[in-house]
């Protein structure tokens, strides 16, 4: 088998080398030819392909429903005789920040940072419902 078919080289837009990919068992050999330890193994668990399309339409739902119910509780206080202006500054405030993060794309470019986005925004979403009269 011809080995040299196995390894790629990787360039950026530049054409500058930035990453070699070749097979396992070139790169053993190469490790034991140069006297160096091989790094252990590790473990990388495989991701459901599903994952990227449900984080991706969590983050949404939970940042565009902060949005609508920081808008809809900003027009019932307001039309109180006596609205609570604290209570309207705060939701204004987490409107607009709801409104930043859906529209920052990098909150929608791994994984990990939409995790985070859900684990910020998820409880305070929660926490401004329970807040609500029913």
């Known amino acids: 088998m011809d080995k040299s078919m196995e390894t790629q080289i990787l360039t950026d837009e530049s054409g500058e080398p930035t990453r070699v990919v070749m097979d396992y068992q070139t790169y053993v050999e190469m490790y034991r030819q140069l006297n160096l330890p091989l790094p252990p193994a590790k473990t990388v668990q495989a991701r459901n392909p599903l994952d990227w399309y449900t984080r991706t339409e969590s983050a949404n739902s939970i940042l565009n429903g902060l949005v609508a119910l920081a808008s809809r509780e900003k027009m019932k206080e307001s039309e109180k005789a006596n609205p609570d202006q604290q209570r309207i500054e705060e939701l204004l405030a987490l409107r607009k920040e709801a409104i930043e993060a859906v529209n ?19 409880p305070i979403l929660l926490a401004e419902k329970k807040k609500i009269p029913i």
């Open 104 to 122: 920052n794309n990098d909150n929608f470019s791994s994984l990990e940072r939409m995790d985070q986005v859900i684990e910020k925004y998820g």
